[in-house]
Nanobody, 128 residues
Framework: QVQLVESGGGLVQAGGSLRLSCAAS????????MGWFRQAPEKEREFVAT????????TYADSVKGRFTVSRDNAKNTVYLQMTSLKPEDTAVYYC?????????????????????WGQGTQVTVSE
């Protein structure tokens, strides 16, 4: 079992920045994907970004590409989501998640169903 604790959510003005953190209760193995998802009211949970733990390589949803950056700290077993140029449409509950599965080297985990462990979520609200 992996416990994920999220922090950093809050209220920010449009155009501002916010950094989310997700700390894992155990040491994250190199095969993990650590992902970020978000869910707005009356909308489906959507993929935001993920990081391949072994290499630190990342991929992003088109809606946030160029504005959001995901990174990791191996020593702290922590993943971050740096959000800049925030828009009101970024308002949602943000979740971090862990996918411990071993995937082919070319594979990117972008589906929520692939992640086994989830944080409780943190609210991000972007005002006009």
């Amino acid at each position: 079992q992996v416990q994920l604790v999220e922090s950093g959510g809050g209220l920010v003005q449009a155009g501002g920045s916010l950094r989310l953190s997700c700390a894992a209760s155990v040491r994250i193995s190199s095969n993990y994907f650590m992902g970020w998802f978000r869910q707005a009211p009356e909308k489906e949970r959507e993929f935001v970004a993920t990081i391949r733990w072994s290499s630190g390589s990342t991929t992003y949803a088109d809606s946030v590409k160029g504005r959001f950056t995901v990174s990791r700290d191996n020593a702290k077993n922590t993943v971050y989501l740096q959000m800049t140029s925030l828009k009101p449409e970024d308002t949602a509950v943000y979740y971090c998640a862990a996918d411990p599965s071993i995937h082919p080297s070319y594979y990117w985990a972008r589906r929520a169903s692939e992640y086994d462990y989830w944080g409780q979520g943190t609210q991000v609200t972007v005002s006009e």
